[in-house]
């Protein structure tokens, strides 16, 4: 009987956390996709979005989203779910949790379920190349966002929309080339060296200070962009640097961990800190004055560029003669910061 | 016959002990900054909340268990924290909140063992899957602010000592002296030494278990609620992975992946000895690649040392 009274506590624990899961905390994203979105795993099953109304012309669209763990994704992927149902489509939805062979295999699926354009925010530039010939062979046209898969996976029915990164970084050092003192000394936070990502805006950084070669970049260490790794190599760094200038991170989550860890050791003053993607946090921050400047991922520029190609793609324009598009970075400082909020 | 030195016995004994003190007379040679007081407490603070999770994993692992939901868990427990600090603005209670949630989770995850008959392994690899779905529908993706109430545990000082360092204290003592002092703790060890030899002589192993993730889980739930403090938000993307560096401290630390071997304290100082080891490459300017090469060689003589040890018990016995 005493046992049974504990399995019977524990098990109302659990209904209790699970109300407090169901009534969320006001911040979470529509419902649909909430509901979607605890059913999927890592390993991608799928959901629609929406109940299914099987009227046989209504366009469907499935899209594979790159990882549910980032904000921008989902930023991205409830932008694209909002415009897309605004214009009467319907859109599967599915998440690779980072993984190509798992995208890929979402994309066979979307096929077998009878979409009419597979999209996806492509994991590799050479290891979705199979998901592109799958859309191909199936006569669909197939859409990457952000990440452009090489060559088009040599399908002239691939329409890539995208803000370059190496652009992303170009702003970070063009902006810092006119604000940084003599012989500034540069920390650089990055993402994961393995990532295309990486290179490309830690190029695009490079190039944007060459007019500066009075700044360096002292210290480089991959936080793999998280908030905890940001604040753990900013202690370090804070042990090795008597003065800091300005520290670059190649996300906002980086960035906004080492502003912490300086405010923390009261050591925040008069350092320029850059961080990129415009995310909601980043912005909360430049307005308060600490963030200096942030590069913005344009989520709802590139949804809606997509579903305007949704819409020629429905009203039968040719995939082959649709351009690609190319969604422009922006630079928010405190000056136009409230233009985006 | 001349006595043979048992070199297994030895690294049980002092083997970690002297590769912490060789690791740190090193880096206090190669870097001028690492002896600075404030980079000491540095490390100690960088490895709270690992260090808290690893109490409760060493725990596991000499029981003969193992919990690979404990990173995920973690964040669930930092996003759930701060998701009711941000709406009823009482510290208290989100600090119980983030707890019971860890401890709801490590009974969930002891219901499915004992009950089902499931490899630890499994369940826990199971429940990683609904703790991060549950977290990403509680947050929707985003992070979670609106938490400064609670900036003192994770940035305050006691003295000179920061709060997350005396909170970690706290719990490796509490479960050093839980599973030194007292007879649950003998029956971990006994769990983990020879479940059916314990069974048999009485003790219900099954609910034993579910008691042991139950603590496990608590520690879990209080670790998420410091690295909310620390990181000043829940984010719902922090976390992932804090479960192997947490065995990683277990298994450096001298605990056996066989069960029935290790101590916290030894855990405490294989945390440290990782944390030590991160730091110095961060002050060095080590790149991120080298870094994870010196790690996974770490691990790597470790586990060494570990099976060593176990073909020195057998010779022993």
Redesign the interface.
């Known amino acids: 009987m005493k046992k049974k009274c504990y399995k019977m506590a524990a098990l109302g624990l659990a209904m209790g956390m699970l109300a407090l899961t169901l009534t969320g905390c006001g911040k979470a994203a529509p419902e649909s996709n909430s509901e979607s979105n605890a059913k999927q795993e890592a390993d991608g099953k799928q959901e629609e979005s929406a109940p299914a109304q099987e009227t046989g012309e209504e366009f469907v669209i499935g899209f594979s989203n790159m990882n549910d763990i980032y904000p921008y994704c989902i930023k991205f992927r409830d932008y694209l779910v909002e415009f897309a149902e605004a214009e009467g489509m319907k859109v599967l939805i599915a998440d690779a949790a980072g993984d190509a062979a798992a995208q890929n295999g979402q994309v066979d699926n979307f096929i077998l379920q009878g979409v009419d354009v597979v999209t996806a925010i492509t994991i590799d530039l050479d290891a979705s190349i199979p998901a592109v010939n799958a859309a191909e062979n199936a006569g669909l046209p197939f859409i990457s966002y952000l990440t452009n898969v090489r060559d088009n996976g040599g399908y002239d029915g691939y329409i890539y929309i995208g803000s370059e990164n190496y652009e992303a970084g170009l702003l970070q050092g063009q902006y810092l080339a006119e604000v940084l003192p003599e012989n500034a000394q540069i920390l650089y936070q990055t993402g994961n060296p393995n990532d295309s990502q990486y290179s490309a805006r830690k190029q695009g950084l490079l190039d944007g200070l060459a007019e500066r070669p009075d700044v360096t970049i002292a210290a480089e260490v991959a936080t793999m962009n998280q908030k905890d790794q940001g604040i753990t190599v900013m202690e370090d760094w804070m042990q090795v640097y008597e003065k800091i200038d300005c520290v670059v991170a190649q996300n906002d989550d980086s960035i906004l961990g080492a502003i912490e860890a300086m405010k923390a050791a009261g050591r925040f003053e008069d350092v320029i800190t850059v961080g990129l993607d415009g995310s909601d946090d980043a912005l909360v921050s430049i307005e308060a004055g600490e963030l200096t400047m942030s590069v913005l991922q344009d989520a709802k520029g590139q949804a809606q560029a997509a579903v305007a190609i949704f819409k020629q793609l429905r009203d039968g324009a040719d995939a082959a003669s649709i351009e690609d598009a190319n969604v422009p970075f922006q630079t928010i400082t405190k000056d136009n910061v409230g233009d985006y909020k | 016959m001349k006595p043979k030195i048992n070199v297994a016995k030895i690294y049980r004994k002092y083997g970690i002990m002297l590769i912490f003190i060789t690791l740190f007379a090193v880096s206090s040679l190669i870097n001028k900054?690492f002896l600075?007081p404030?980079?000491l407490m540095?490390i100690l603070?960088?490895i709270s909340?690992v260090t808290i999770i690893a109490c409760g994993e060493t725990l596991l692992i000499v029981a003969g268990l193992i919990d690979l939901s404990a990173g995920l868990t973690c964040t669930l427990a930092s996003c759930?924290a701060a998701?009711v600090l941000?709406?009823t603005g009482n510290v208290f209670l989100s600090i119980i909140t983030g707890v019971?949630?860890g401890?709801?989770v490590g009974?969930?995850n002891g219901?499915l063992i004992t009950h089902f008959k499931l490899q630890a392994f499994i369940a826990t690899l199971a429940m990683t899957?609904v703790a991060?779905?549950?977290t990403?529908?509680?947050?929707?993706?985003?992070?979670?602010?609106g938490v400064d109430k609670i900036r003192w545990l994770?940035?305050g000082y006691i003295g000179i000592v920061p709060v997350p360092v005396v909170l970690m204290l706290i719990c490796v003592a509490a479960v050093f002296v839980l599973m030194k002092y007292t007879k649950l703790g003998l029956y971990v060890y006994a769990i983990g030494g020879n479940e059916k030899a314990t069974s048999a002589s009485g003790v219900n192993v099954k609910?034993m278990k579910r008691v042991f993730f139950c603590i496990s889980g608590a520690l879990v739930g209080l670790a998420g609620v410091l690295?909310m403090a620390?990181?000043?938000?829940g984010?719902?993307?922090?976390?992932?992975g804090y479960e192997f560096d947490a065995i990683t401290a277990a298994v450096v630390g001298g605990t056996s992946f066989t069960g029935g071997i290790g101590t916290v304290g030894g855990m405490l100082i294989g945390s440290i000895i990782v944390g030590m080891i991160?730091?110095v490459l961060?002050?060095l300017?080590v790149?991120?690649?080298y870094q994870l090469i010196v790690k996974g060689l770490l691990i790597a003589g470790a586990v060494i040392l570990d099976v060593k040890t176990k073909e020195g018990k057998e010779a022993d016995s």
């Open positions: 900054n600075k404030q980079n540095n603070k960088q909340v759930f998701g941000v709406s019971i949630t401890m709801v009974w969930c219901f899957n991060k779905g549950i990403q529908v509680y947050t929707g993706g985003t992070a979670i602010n994770g940035q609910r690295l620390r990181m000043m938000s984010q719902p993307s922090v976390g992932d991160n730091n961060n002050l300017n790149s991120t690649q």
